[in-house]
């Protein structure tokens, strides 16, 4: 069965280091990927999305990277900032269907 | 984008009754999804609701205790049926216009 595994311990790091998830999957083949970031309460908040033939995605501070065949995404907060202290998730998406992986807690320290 | 809305934000509920969660778009959209939210846990699709056909449910998940309503474009209804302490999650739904879905707030619902 598939199989979506994110980094398993959550991520402290300092404000101004690059934090960087850990996307990997198995027994799929997804059409592309996204990574959403979900606060505490709150539903999920769509940040990029990089598709099966694309190998980088940048959006202001954050990089996604996709190598199907390692079937690993890594996504990359550079210059992390206090407010980017959230649970990130990741999402397969086939039929627009999307299948989540549990998550990575991220906590920037001032 | 899409702002969607959904209520009740969150209730408690006796076991054996039932929950009917509404959602509501600013836009019409073609499918509506509704994701399941367990406690510390990621979220998992319960089932894809297009307007004018019946809804699409994963493994796992099954009418009769998740029905679902889909009248036109922009709104959406889920009932959780004959609750049980395990039903006790966050249910979200989401659209998908533009390849990057959004999600309403979410219910929380806690059943006792």
């Known amino acids: 069965s598939q199989k979506i595994e994110q980094n398993s311990e959550a991520l402290n790091i300092q404000e101004g280091k690059t934090a960087t998830l850990t996307c990997n999957y198995t027994?799929?083949?997804?059409?592309?990927l996204q990574w959403y970031r979900q606060d505490p309460g709150r539903g999920p908040v769509f940040l990029l999305l990089?598709?099966?033939?694309?190998k980088e995605k940048r959006k202001e501070r954050l990089k996604v990277t996709f190598d199907t065949t390692l079937k690993q995404s890594l996504f990359h907060i550079t210059a992390s900032q206090p407010a980017d202290s959230a649970t990130y998730l990741c999402a397969l998406v086939r039929d627009y269907k999307l299948s989540f992986g549990a998550g990575t807690t991220v906590t920037v320290r001032a | 984008s899409a702002v969607i809305s959904q209520k009740p934000s969150r209730d408690i509920c006796q076991r054996g009754t039932s929950l009917t969660i509404q959602c509501q778009v600013d836009?019409?959209?073609?499918?509506m999804f509704w994701y399941r939210q367990q406690p510390g846990q990621s979220l998992t699709l319960i089932a894809t609701?297009?307007?004018?056909?019946?809804?699409?449910?994963e493994s796992g998940f099954v009418i009769d205790k998740f029905p679902i309503s889909r009248p036109n474009l922009t709104f959406s209804t889920l009932t959780v049926s004959n609750m049980s302490p395990e039903d006790s999650s966050i249910y979200l739904c989401?659209?998908?216009?533009?390849?990057?879905?959004?999600f309403g707030p979410g219910t929380r619902l806690t059943v006792l």
């Open positions: 027994n799929y083949s997804p059409a592309y």
């Open positions: 989401s659209v998908d216009p533009y390849n990057e879905q959004f």
């Open positions: 836009s019409q959209v073609t499918m």
């Open positions: 609701a297009n307007q004018g056909s019946e809804a699409t449910y």
């Open positions: 990089i598709r099966e033939n694309e």
